[in-house]
């Protein structure tokens, strides 16, 4: 079986679905590739895209929500979004693409490769079977008007909303968002210190800003820092932010215990290592901090799908959603004074997030592609 997983450079969560997928589809024996579709037409159209989105997140966050909401709005009232005919521009290229390279099934964890593709089947363009992957805990605006031939939904709960959306139950599947298996391992937490040159003898925050590094980690920091720095130590995650990273290194040099890191492909491990994450509520952070089993502290969110992220987590006592920064830290601490609460929420976790989801997606992706051999 030969799957095709196209995504798009809009936040690191896409990227990080499809690479799951990939990685579950070739421990099994099948082939994958993984791209964002976008660098088809061009890779200047593809850092533009991903440019104007990071921008507008860190910059200008309420405009990107009011945004959001605007979508909402258009979706509901007309049948074919501006979203959609602006992918539609895609068509050309990836019909040739696929053209030259045969695949069995192709998936999709961004709609925006999902609206090419729907184009391209009302055009008439003979297409493997078409599977979606939503990353976010809540139907975004405008997957209702594509056409794929499953949607894998994050829970059971989201599947009455997405059928409201237009979307057919039949196509819906509960499977979760698709993590590495890596954050499913267990691990000795002293043995990971070790290797990640951490304190063994300390309790340990760690405060990640996504791919992006976006949310005020440096005032998260400092603050935090004043109440715990006699007992803990501070690991800051800034993801691509290199401006961040560069003022965070220069305002705490003089601080062994506070521990500034760039892009990591361990982030898995930081997980293992320390006792309290605070981050944004981005569905794949949030989804593999739950596959790992660690006390989560949601941090103020990108207004628009993190804000419904936040929500469906704290509800059900998988996280703590504290509005002010205050807030965040005084109850972060508490959290990690209650070994009962972290248990409680450790068990939320295990309830409501399946670690297997990529390898039931797999499972999936084998029934329909056999089924039309």
Same mark, same amino acid.
């Given at each position: 079986m030969k799957v095709l997983i196209l995504s798009c450079k809009t936040g690191g969560g896409h990227d990080a679905a499809g690479m799951a997928v990939k990685e579950e589809l070739e421990a099994e024996g099948h082939e994958a590739v993984l791209f964002d579709y976008l660098v088809l037409?061009?890779?200047?159209?593809?850092?533009?895209?991903?440019?104007?989105y990071v921008n507008t997140v860190k910059k200008a966050p309420l405009v990107f929500g009011l945004v959001y909401k605007l979508g909402m709005a258009v979706s509901r009232i007309t049948r074919k979004s501006p979203v959609y005919y602006v992918n539609a521009k895609m068509g050309k290229?990836?019909?040739a693409y696929l053209g030259e390279e045969k695949f069995d099934a192709i998936v999709m964890p961004h709609l925006y490769p999902a609206e090419t593709?729907?184009?391209?089947?009302?055009?008439?363009?003979?297409?493997?079977?078409?599977?979606?992957?939503?990353?976010?805990?809540?139907?975004?605006?405008?997957?209702?008007?594509?056409?794929?031939?499953?949607?894998?939904?994050?829970?059971?709960d989201l599947v009455s909303p997405c059928v409201k959306r237009g979307i057919p139950e039949e196509k819906l599947m509960p499977y979760g968002i698709p993590v590495s298996r890596r954050f499913g391992k267990k691990a000795e937490k002293d043995k990971v210190?070790?290797?990640?040159?951490?304190?063994?003898?300390? &309790? *340990? #925050? %760690?405060?990640?800003?996504?791919?992006?590094?976006?949310? $005020?980690?440096?005032?998260?920091?400092? !603050?935090?820092?004043?109440?715990?720095?006699?007992?803990?130590?501070?690991?800051?995650?800034?993801?691509?932010?290199? &401006? *961040? #990273? %560069?003022?965070?290194?220069?305002?705490?040099?003089?601080? $062994?215990?506070?521990?500034?890191?760039? !892009?990591?492909?361990?982030m898995d491990l930081y997980m293992k290592a320390c006792d309290i994450l605070y981050t944004k509520p981005g569905g794949l952070t949030s989804t593999e901090a739950a596959v790992s089993g660690i006390p989560?502290?949601?941090?103020?969110?990108?207004?628009?799908?993190?804000?419904?992220?936040?929500?469906?987590?704290?509800?059900?006592?998988m996280s703590l959603a504290p509005r002010t920064l205050d807030q965040q830290i005084r109850q972060g601490i508490e959290l990690l004074e209650s070994p009962e609460k972290q248990r409680e929420m450790a068990e939320a976790q295990r309830r409501n997030i399946p670690a297997d989801s990529a390898v039931q997606i797999v499972k999936l992706l084998e029934q329909i592609c056999f089924q039309t051999k």
């Open positions: 037409a061009g890779q200047k159209v593809s850092q533009t895209v991903g440019d104007v290229y990836l019909q593709l729907t184009y391209m089947k009302r055009q008439g363009v003979d297409l493997p079977p078409l599977v979606a992957v939503m990353t976010d805990y809540t139907c975004i605006p405008f997957w209702e008007e594509t056409r794929c031939d499953y949607y894998i939904t994050p829970h059971k210190r070790s290797y990640l040159g951490l304190p063994k003898d300390r &309790k *340990i #925050f %760690l405060l990640a800003g996504g791919s992006m590094g976006a949310g $005020d980690l440096e005032k998260l920091c400092r !603050q935090m820092w004043e109440k715990v720095q006699e007992y803990a130590s501070i690991v800051v995650i800034c993801g691509g932010n290199k &401006k *961040i #990273f %560069l003022k965070m290194k220069k305002e705490f040099a003089g601080e $062994d215990q506070i521990f500034i890191i760039g !892009q990591t492909k361990q989560i502290v949601h941090t103020e969110p990108i207004p628009g799908c993190e804000t419904a992220n936040r929500k469906f987590f704290a509800r059900r006592g």
